[in-house]
């Protein structure tokens, strides 16, 4: 419903429709997603001459992720290798796409990890090691746990012991953070 027809409103709405893509694959609705998707990509690319090619390479790169996702979850794993490395091609070295490119690298070592490619995932894993520390916690989890999965399958429990240990022990620490968040709203608003 933006009007008039700006760059930014285009942009918005696309996102808008990307978004709620995303919200139906985390209800597992994978074939609304899908189609919200589409939405998000028709819709840019009626509007690619004002948007222009870097905008619109980065939605497809986007785009490509989120399907990637969906064709993980629906355990289709040569599709979402496909559509992930679509996605970091895209994306990977753009400045500001570049924290979805180390998504979908997390992305791509995780579907590598169910094919048992373990020297790939590894190597992916290892190439983003430097740039932990500025992820979100829910991307450090899971860097942590494709670690771990990775040591398991070179066969090194020690070294997968470590990293499912510090998995779990920031997973503890985020609960307990959790915990006292909601005890601290639920205080306040009884006091209230």
Known sequence: TFTPETQ??????QEILSNIGLCHAELKNYDSALIYFDK?????????DMLGDV????????IYGHKGQVALSKGQ???AESLTQKSIELNDGVAHAQDHANQMKLQLAEIWGRQGMA????????ILAP???GFETKQQLKWLRCKGTSFVLAKNSDLALHFYQQFYRLQDS???EQKELMDADVARQIAE
């Not at 930014?8 to 709405?13: A, E, M």
């Not at 998000?40 to 690619?48: C, G, P, Q, R, V």
């Not at 905008?55 to 986007?62: L, R």
């Open 8 to 13: 930014g409103n285009v942009l918005q709405q």
């Open 40 to 48: 998000a990509l028709t819709l840019a690319n009626s509007h690619k």
């Open 55 to 62: 905008a619109m390479n980065e939605i497809h790169g986007v």
């Open 77 to 79: 794993l040569h599709e």
């Open 119 to 126: 020297e790939e995932m590894a190597g992916i894993l290892n």
């Open 131 to 133: 740039a932990i520390a």
């Open 174 to 176: 985020i609960a307990v």
